[in-house]
């Protein structure tokens, strides 16, 4: 799936990810891929971000890991933040 444009990775992107965040708690071989390539371990699952944008995996080791998509203007020195997701688990009785 190709995302051409800020408003796909807006509308898309964040159902994706918070799959990705889900195999990460559980799979310990696919949390591995995309703490040392991200954006590869996305584009080998089938998932392609526009040119100008970048992926960002922080706080890989924590029990709060975050996915914080970023968008390079040309020009521009700065990466402007398209989106975060993070993980954070909640206790309930």
Known sequence: MYLHNRKDVQAILPDVLGRVLARIWIDAEFRDAFKNEPQKTLEFHGIFLPEEMTLEFQKPNSDRPRIVVY??????????????????????R
């Open 71 to 92: 968008e390079k203007k040309p020009g521009i020195r700065i990466k402007f933040r398209v989106l975060h997701l993070q993980l954070i688990m909640i206790a309930g």
